[in-house]
């Protein structure tokens, strides 16, 4: 471009344009990419007068991109048909035949492959907007070739069609689903944390709806990348549908595309995609709820419709590092939740007034004691656990995680038993699928010796999340409590179907093996947990003492150093009540008491303190523990 005698150019390695990007990424074969740049018409809307020639070098360049995003679309389409993603090749489809708006041909393709995916009902709706639109607009109607497809359709499933079609079918009899991990497209391992944040959320949003029993999140991410059929699926986890759910994120855009597959068929009942800001995803994952609900017709509460339309817009930003710090705490390694709790964190700074990061952090700051990780002193854990959970409530009363994590906290800390309880039952109240929450429960039931209760809510924890060794394992210890040890192997075996290395399964294995006589089993057991973890040590000293060889039992015992020890202070009382120490059994339990050791709730439970329960001394810890009568 010249401009007297200077010549005028662009510097393009400084500009960006959406159009050259858009044309730079179908180049490069990124076609999720360019048809996210591509958001309508190049220059839409612009007009220069008297400029014939310009205004016809638009239209051919506008027609030109039109037909190549539609090309994009099209061959999207057909790749995800033939993988099997049904939900994701109508989404392009549809896309693709929205490019060419006018091509009464594109839209014969679109209603060709909804036909082969199943969905008639969305053929027809396609098929009755093009008829409408072209008598509207032109008078016309559609070609002899487009009403033939339409007729064939409908002969397949017989009259009356076009009535009958025009809705999506209900599926009726689904009380109890499962959502698979949701599949991030396209593939990106560095989003996993986006797409598992996703489909936690939805499985908490599902969850709160009492007339729908939903798999807990820790049996559903079991399926994450499996090759398995969807009946295979439902079979394993006894649900009558399951919801796939795939995610497309683009900047500052979020799209779920979920379908509802019936169990036992295969048959797909309901598919949909939705797109929103990302500022407004916790009201897209809503509406995902919504229409699942709808479709299985479940009738949802006042209280259950508010909650789901009313979510509030979210800081992206915030939202990030909540997603980052859950998906990284989930991971319930020690870097796992230093980092995990860094990012929530930064998400409650970010954004104070959001909820979900305080319950997250409370449950990461209970796992550090739970889950042995020690990087903090424990009152200070518990403490930064309940401060967190006390927050969470106060911003929503029924964020059911922090409750369930503040009955922990009073269980296993605070020794206030009617405030554990009444915590935990508000927790099964906002959320009565939580398996969580039930495991917790449990525990209670268990530490007050209502122990018949707490099998009958372990089992039903079980049966929401089927495949978490945690809660199998909870309850082997309730079957081993009340002699039925036989079913506490079997349960122990189960969790180690699912996680081999899991010592707390190789622990009640091991205890119930020594209650049967079985003493070569239970010390094979705790000598394959304890090079896992250190501290089976203690119950292996315990079965040696059990089984007439204390040396074998101190030398187990001294394989723990003294910090160690003081953190399972509970654990080397029991060892030294099996050898018949009752002073230094008590001067452990002591320690316990003053390093306010957790696994104290055990205290009147443990078949190894059998031998203390007539001395004064044990009496006077039950009391100053509050234990109910």
């Given at each position: 471009?010249?401009?007297?005698?200077?010549?005028v150019g662009?510097?393009?390695?400084?500009?960006?344009?959406?159009?050259?990007?858009?044309?730079?990424?179908?180049?490069?074969?990124?076609?999720e990419?360019?048809?996210?740049?591509y958001?309508?018409?190049?220059l839409?809307?612009?007009?220069?007068?008297?400029?014939?020639?310009?205004?016809?070098?638009l239209?051919?360049?506008?027609?030109?991109?039109?037909?190549?995003?539609?090309?994009?679309?099209?061959?999207?389409?057909?790749?995800?048909?033939?993988?099997?993603n049904n939900v994701?090749?109508?989404?392009?489809?549809?896309?693709?035949?929205?490019?060419a708006?006018d091509?009464?041909?594109?839209?014969?393709?679109?209603?060709?492959?909804?036909d082969?995916?199943?969905?008639?009902?969305?053929?027809v709706?396609?098929?009755?907007?093009?008829?409408?639109?072209?008598?509207?607009?032109?008078?016309?109607?559609?070609?002899?070739e487009t009403?033939?497809?339409i007729?064939?359709?409908?002969?397949?499933?017989g009259?009356p069609?076009?009535?009958?079609l025009?809705?999506v079918?209900?599926?009726?009899?689904?009380?109890?689903?499962?959502?698979?991990?949701?599949?991030?497209?396209p593939?990106?391992?560095?989003?996993?944390?986006?797409?598992?944040g996703?489909?936690?959320q939805?499985?908490n949003?599902?969850?709160?709806?009492?007339?729908?029993?939903v798999?807990s999140?820790?049996?559903?991410?079991?399926?994450?990348?499996?090759?398995k059929?969807?009946?295979?699926?439902?079979?394993?986890?006894?649900?009558?549908?399951?919801v796939e759910v795939?995610v497309?994120?683009?900047q500052?855009?979020?799209r779920?595309?979920?379908?509802?597959?019936?169990?036992?068929?295969?048959?797909?009942?309901?598919?949909?995609?939705y797109?929103r800001d990302?500022?407004?995803?916790?009201?897209l994952?809503?509406?995902?709820?919504?229409?699942?609900a709808?479709?299985?017709?479940?009738?949802?509460?006042?209280?259950?419709?508010?909650?789901?339309?009313?979510?509030?817009s979210?800081?992206?930003?915030?939202h990030?590092a909540y997603?980052?710090?859950?998906?990284?705490?989930?991971?319930?390694?020690?870097?796992g939740l230093e980092?995990?709790?860094?990012y929530?964190?930064?998400?409650?700074?970010l954004?104070?007034?959001?909820?979900?990061?305080y319950a997250?952090?409370?449950?990461?700051?209970?796992?550090h004691?739970?889950?042995?990780?020690?990087?903090?002193?424990?009152?200070?854990?518990?403490?930064?656990?309940k401060?967190?959970?006390?927050?969470?409530i106060?911003?929503?009363?029924?964020?059911?995680?922090?409750?369930?994590v503040?009955?922990?906290?009073r269980?296993?800390?605070?020794w206030?038993?009617?405030?554990?309880?009444?915590?935990?039952?508000?927790?099964?109240?906002c959320t009565?699928?939580?398996?969580?929450?039930?495991?917790?429960?449990?525990?209670?039931l268990?530490?007050?010796e209502?122990?018949?209760?707490?099998?009958?809510?372990?089992?039903?924890?079980?049966?929401l999340?089927?495949?978490s060794p945690v809660?199998?394992?909870?309850?082997?210890v309730?079957?081993?409590?009340?002699?039925?040890y036989?079913r506490a192997?079997?349960?122990a075996?189960?969790?180690?179907?699912?996680?081999?290395?899991?010592t707390?399964?190789l622990?009640?294995?091991g205890?119930?093996?020594?209650?049967?006589?079985m003493y070569d089993?239970?010390?094979?057991?705790?000598?394959?947990?304890a090079?896992?973890?250190?501290?089976?040590?203690l119950?292996?000293?315990v079965?040696?003492?059990?089984?007439?060889?204390?040396?074998?039992g101190?030398k187990?015992?001294?394989?723990l150093?003294?910090?160690?020890?003081?953190?399972?202070?509970?654990?080397?009382?029991e060892?030294?009540?099996a050898?018949?120490?009752?002073?230094?059994?008590?001067?452990?339990?002591?320690?316990?008491?003053?390093e306010?050791?957790?696994?104290?709730?055990?205290?009147?439970?443990?078949?190894?303190?059998?031998?203390?329960?007539?001395?004064p001394?044990?009496?006077?810890?039950v009391?100053?523990?509050?234990?109910?009568?």
């Amino acid at each position: 471009m010249g401009r007297g005698d200077q010549e005028v150019g662009l510097a393009e390695g400084a500009l960006w344009c959406d159009c050259v990007a858009f044309e730079e990424a179908l180049s490069a074969h990124e076609l999720e990419k360019a048809l996210e740049l591509y958001r309508g018409d190049l220059l839409e809307g612009f007009f220069v007068s008297e400029a014939p020639e310009f205004e016809r070098w638009l239209e051919g360049e506008r027609k030109r991109l039109r037909i190549r995003a539609a090309q994009a679309g099209w061959v999207l389409a057909e790749r995800e048909e033939r993988a099997g993603n049904n939900v994701e090749a109508v989404y392009w489809a549809r896309r693709a035949a929205a490019f060419a708006a006018d091509d009464e041909g594109a839209l014969r393709r679109l209603i060709e492959l909804l036909d082969r995916v199943g969905n008639r009902a969305g053929a027809v709706r396609e098929y009755q907007a093009l008829e409408r639109r072209l008598r509207e607009d032109y008078e016309l109607e559609p070609s002899v070739e487009t009403r033939a497809l339409i007729a064939s359709i409908r002969e397949q499933v017989g009259e009356p069609a076009r009535e009958r079609l025009g809705h999506v079918p209900v599926a009726r009899g689904i009380r109890r689903i499962a959502v698979l991990p949701a599949r991030q497209l396209p593939p990106d391992p560095g989003q996993d944390y986006f797409s598992e944040g996703i489909t936690d959320q939805l499985i908490n949003a599902l969850g709160k709806i009492r007339a729908l029993e939903v798999i807990s999140r820790t049996s559903a991410m079991r399926y994450k990348g499996t090759d398995k059929t969807v009946p295979e699926i439902a079979r394993e986890l006894d649900v009558d549908a399951v919801v796939e759910v795939s995610v497309f994120r683009a900047q500052d855009r979020v799209r779920i595309s979920a379908q509802l597959v019936e169990a036992a068929t295969d048959r797909q009942l309901w598919a949909e995609s939705y797109e929103r800001d990302l500022h407004d995803v916790l009201a897209l994952q809503g509406e995902v709820c919504r229409a699942i609900a709808r479709q299985i017709q479940v009738t949802l509460t006042p209280d259950e419709e508010a909650r789901l339309a009313g979510t509030r817009s979210i800081d992206p930003q915030a939202h990030e590092a909540y997603l980052r710090g859950m998906f990284l705490a989930n991971q319930m390694t020690p870097e796992g939740l230093e980092k995990g709790i860094a990012y929530l964190w930064q998400a409650t700074e970010l954004d104070p007034h959001d909820p979900r990061p305080y319950a997250v952090l409370a449950r990461a700051y209970c796992l550090h004691e739970m889950a042995y990780v020690y990087s903090l002193p424990r009152e200070v854990a518990f403490g930064k656990a309940k401060a967190a959970a006390l927050r969470a409530i106060e911003l929503d009363e029924t964020q059911c995680e922090a409750h369930a994590v503040l009955g922990l906290v009073r269980l296993l800390c605070d020794w206030d038993w009617p405030g554990a309880e009444q915590a935990f039952r508000r927790a099964i109240e906002c959320t009565p699928t939580s398996a969580f929450s039930l495991w917790g429960y449990a525990l209670y039931l268990a530490a007050t010796e209502q122990l018949e209760d707490a099998i009958a809510i372990g089992r039903r924890a079980q049966e929401l999340d089927p495949l978490s060794p945690v809660i199998t394992v909870g309850l082997a210890v309730r079957y081993f409590l009340v002699g039925q040890y036989d079913r506490a192997i079997t349960e122990a075996r189960r969790a180690l179907e699912v996680g081999p290395d899991y010592t707390p399964a190789l622990w009640i294995l091991g205890a119930a093996y020594e209650r049967k006589g079985m003493y070569d089993e239970a010390i094979a057991a705790l000598r394959r947990g304890a090079e896992v973890n250190r501290i089976l040590y203690l119950l292996l000293a315990v079965t040696y003492a059990m089984t007439g060889r204390p040396e074998e039992g101190r030398k187990a015992l001294a394989e723990l150093d003294e910090p160690t020890k003081r953190r399972q202070a509970v654990g080397v009382a029991e060892v030294y009540a099996a050898l018949g120490e009752r002073d230094q059994a008590f001067h452990w339990l002591e320690t316990a008491y003053q390093e306010r050791d957790p696994w104290l709730y055990w205290l009147r439970l443990s078949p190894y303190f059998e031998g203390l329960r007539d001395d004064p001394r044990y009496h006077n810890l039950v009391q100053r523990m509050n234990f109910p009568d």
